[in-house]
């Protein structure tokens, strides 16, 4: 890759493969919701009913929080990126190359460490939702 100009540390494929991750997650989202609609149609008889409304209200919710979460930990990472930038200007010498980390943390700086804190929360936020559609799959949305 040539060098990117304008601070950035991302490229082209990073940025595709994040607009396909957000494709689908915004695709189990309908999915989730549409499921909702069907199990409130539905018989209000059936035994897996309230967890089923919970399942999926708890999956939503998930949902929401992830989106949430990307979004301040894209603001934050904005953040490191600048103060590395500033940093690099402000510094004699040759500054450290970030490129060797595909996601550009390489320091323990306050910032990176609030990235990293937004990853691990945003992958268990994720985990609970896969674990609640494979439950939701598993329960399935009628009573045989």
Known sequence: ????????????????QNIVRGLCDASLMAANIS?????????HGNKFFIPLLIMIGLSLF????????????????????????????????TPVSRSSNPRG?????????????????????MYLVIILNVAIAGLGLTDN
């Not at 890759?1 to 595709?16: E, H, L, M, Y």
């Not at 499921?35 to 018989?43: K, Y």
């Not at 979460?69 to 510094?91: S, T």
């Not at 943390?105 to 936020?125: I, K």
């Open 62 to 93: 998930s949902h929401i929080v992830f989106g949430l979460l990307m979004i301040q930990r894209w603001r934050k990472e904005r953040r490191a990126e600048l103060e590395h930038q500033r940093d690099v200007e402000n510094a004699a010498g």
């Open 105 to 125: 943390v390489t320091c323990l700086c306050a910032w990176c460490e609030c990235v990293e804190w937004y990853d691990e929360v945003s992958m268990f936020c």
């Open 35 to 43: 499921q909702l609609r069907a199990v409130l149609d539905g018989d």
């Open 1 to 16: 890759d040539a060098p990117n100009n304008n601070g950035s540390s991302k490229n082209v494929f990073t940025d595709r």
